[in-house]
């Protein structure tokens, strides 16, 4: 399973950005999909996840300003970003836990930089 990421790029702060996730190769199914980010502090940074059913969960950081979906048939998901923040800036990168028949295991997107200038 390979997960490609894009729609990344430069926004000024209060604009918006959607980045997606698109995962192929996938035999048998996904679980959850989610978002973490790397900004300037090189830490990894929980975002939003959501399963499969649509139940989502948020960062504090995020919350009320991004918004995260997916389309199962696709295989793909998606984080509309609004109210974008200096801080924001960061290399996002998508994950899915893959079920592949007799264990679930992780993968994870390329990453895509998002950059908001002030």
């Known amino acids: 399973v390979q997960l490609q990421a894009s729609g990344g790029g430069l926004v000024q702060a209060g604009g918006s950005l959607r980045i997606s996730c698109a995962a192929s190769?996938?035999?048998?199914?996904?679980?959850?999909m989610g978002w973490y980010r790397r900004g300037q502090g090189n830490q990894r940074e929980f975002i939003a996840t959501?399963?499969?059913?649509?139940?989502?969960n948020y960062a504090d950081s995020v919350k009320g300003r991004f918004t995260i979906s997916r389309e199962n048939a696709k295989n793909t998901v998606y984080l509309q970003m609004n109210s974008l923040k200096p801080e924001d800036t960061a290399v996002y990168y998508c994950?899915?836990?893959?079920?592949?028949?007799?264990?679930?295991?992780?993968?994870w997107g390329q990453g895509t930089q998002v950059t908001v200038s002030s």
């Open positions: 994950y899915a836990d893959v079920f592949t028949g007799s264990k679930i295991v992780v993968r």
């Open positions: 190769g996938v035999m048998f199914s996904i679980e959850n």
């Open positions: 959501i399963n499969t059913a649509g139940v989502t």
